[in-house]
């Protein structure tokens, strides 16, 4: 198979990956919002999929952090390394997906790039001190969601607790309008860039591109599979986060998207990848947290963590067998 072929497969698997990324994380932005009852389901879906195709046109700096910061050089990688690593993580993005755990499709990502350059090239093909820095925001920023949640919900309780229950959760329905497109809109603004980075390092890989910018139309279609994607939902992973994490009345809605939507922007502005899942989880538990913290159902909480955990080796080890096999093959 010549190489400008396996080019093209690159781009649809990343493609796809992007695809199964908006189905898998639809969660993220409008879970609490169906749960509060803000939103019809169908409305809410079509609102994060409009609002996550024009999130997704905002920058490239965090498409430029995946293609570069996780390689040590472009000329380290090919076509193969790269299938590899996407089907590594599109594997484990459908199993967590068909499972409804709000796994993290940037931990997936990163993990099938690092299992598929550590097998072809060994170790010394990974740049770590990336690594270290994409790892390190990954880790932090749910945990910095989880303060800034409780933080962002005292503030709410402490401006608008006067108010009876009826008209709080009357005024913070509509309001929730506003910060389920925040939360769309920066979910595209991150998340379809992972895939705006390794199409862009499979063209510069493959000598299609002289520079590492991303171009015009990689931009559109990531962000079309992103918005694509995300309007067909991801339900099973909705339920898990609106309902089992806590219980969700609109200000707490209200308040865990618009925390999420910051802490995912700043990261975008920062050219950090983040997980909205992650950030959205952990939003959610300080909000929750406001209330009592046995209002958390830390048992559920704890096996989010744990999938967060296993998630880069478990993609890491599938796509170095995937790789193992193209080569076997002699694809």
């Known amino acids: 198979m010549p190489d400008l072929s396996l080019l093209y497969l690159v781009i649809f698997l990343a493609l796809a990956f992007d ?41 490239t700096g965090v498409a430029k952090t995946i293609g570069g910061d996780i390689v040590m050089s472009p000329t380290m990688v090919n076509q193969q390394v790269i299938s590899a690593a996407l089907l590594g993580a599109i594997i484990w993005n459908l199993v967590t997906w068909w499972r409804g755990i709000p796994s993290s499709s940037s931990h ?23 690594i270290e820095r994409i790892v390190l925001s990954l880790v932090l920023s749910p945990m910095i969601a989880m303060v800034s949640g409780f933080v962002v919900m005292l503030l709410l309780l402490w401006l608008f607790g006067r108010f009876s229950p009826y008209w709080l959760n009357k005024g913070f329905q509509r309001i929730q309008l506003l910060s ?14 992972k895939a705006m980075g390794i199409i862009t390092l499979a063209l510069l890989s493959a000598g299609q591109i002289e520079t590492f910018d991303v171009p015009t139309w990689v931009k559109l279609a990531c962000a079309a599979a992103m918005g694509l994607g995300t309007s067909f939902g991801g339900w099973k992973i909705i339920k898990t986060v609106g309902s089992k994490i ?44 406001v209330k009592r913290m046995s209002a958390v159902r830390w048992g559920v909480a704890r096996s989010m963590v744990f999938a967060w955990f296993i998630t880069i080796p478990f993609s890491a080890v599938a796509s170095a067998a995937i790789y193992l096999i193209i080569k076997q093959m002699g694809l």
């Open 180 to 193: 389920v497109g925040l939360m769309s809109f920066s979910h595209g603004s991150n998340d379809a860039q």
């Open 19 to 59: 695809f199964i990324n908006g189905f898998h994380d639809t969660a993220n932005a409008i879970a609490t919002a169906v749960t509060t009852r803000a939103l019809q389901p169908k409305v809410a879906v079509i609102m994060a999929a409009v609002l996550n195709f024009l999130g997704a046109l905002l920058s």
């Open 246 to 289: 806590t219980k969700l009345e609109p200000i707490h809605g209200f308040a865990a998207e618009l925390n999420g939507a910051v802490v995912v922007f700043i990261a975008t502005f920062l050219h950090l990848p983040v997980s909205t899942t992650h950030v959205v989880a952990g939003s959610i538990m300080g909000v929750g947290s």
């Open 108 to 130: 997936a990502l990163i993990g099938g790039v690092m299992g598929a350059v550590a097998v072809s090239k060994g170790f010394s093909g990974l740049n770590w001190t990336g």
